[in-house]
């Protein structure tokens, strides 16, 4: 396995794992309110829980196939290794995590130059329809929905 494939394959087992923590999810890379270094974790939770724990519905049917043997094998460690959280890989139309691979469009719509650096990107959606962001987690209902990771194709690199 190349070296950026075991990245990304990490990566979403990273991303993932965040999940796997407790139905309340709270890291550094996460939401702060208040400045440093008074910093007050805002906590969200994952919504769809089974026995208390988060239910991921994980799907990469929209991964660029330099991916999909990396994410079977983060998505098949992560359910084989994690107690705290409950992984079915499913169809996209039933699925709450979608890892897919962004187009070179996408990317520089939404990074410009800035997105060189940036290998993956996940965006959390809650209960109540919000992309939550640092700006915009307070008025959300934090209870997260669904979650999509995006991933930057080798050919962008």
């Given at each position: 396995?190349?070296?950026?494939?075991?990245?990304?394959?990490?990566?979403?087992?990273?991303?993932?794992?965040?999940?796997?923590?407790?139905?309340?999810?709270?890291?550094?890379?996460?939401?702060?309110?208040?400045?440093?270094?008074?910093?007050?974790?805002?906590?969200?939770?994952?919504?769809?829980?089974?026995?208390?724990?988060?239910?991921?519905?994980?799907?990469?049917?929209?991964?660029?196939?330099?991916?999909?043997?990396?994410?079977?094998?983060?998505?098949?460690?992560?359910?084989?290794?994690?107690?705290?959280?409950?992984?079915d890989k499913v169809g996209y139309g039933s699925s709450n995590v979608d890892v897919a691979?962004?187009?070179?469009?996408?990317?520089?719509?939404?990074?410009?130059?800035?997105?060189?650096?940036?290998?993956?990107?996940?965006?959390?959606?809650?209960?109540?329809?919000i992309v939550l962001t640092s700006s915009n987690v307070q008025q959300s209902s934090k209870?997260?929905?669904?979650?999509?990771?995006?991933?930057?194709?080798?050919?962008?690199?």
């Open positions: 396995m190349s070296h950026k494939k075991k990245f990304i394959a990490f990566f979403m087992i990273a991303v993932i794992s965040v999940f796997s923590v407790s139905p309340s999810l709270s890291a550094h890379e996460m939401y702060y309110s208040g400045s440093a270094p008074n910093w007050t974790a805002i906590p969200i939770k994952w919504n769809n829980l089974s026995n208390g724990k988060p239910y991921l519905k994980v799907n990469g049917d929209y991964l660029n196939s330099d991916y999909t043997s990396a994410f079977t094998t983060a998505a098949t460690l992560w359910s084989t290794y994690s107690q705290k959280v409950v992984i691979t962004g187009t070179k469009t996408y990317w520089s719509d939404r990074f410009g130059l800035s997105g060189a650096g940036i290998l993956a990107i996940t965006d959390l959606k809650t209960t109540d329809g209870k997260v929905s669904s979650a999509q990771t995006l991933v930057i194709t080798r050919l962008l690199l």
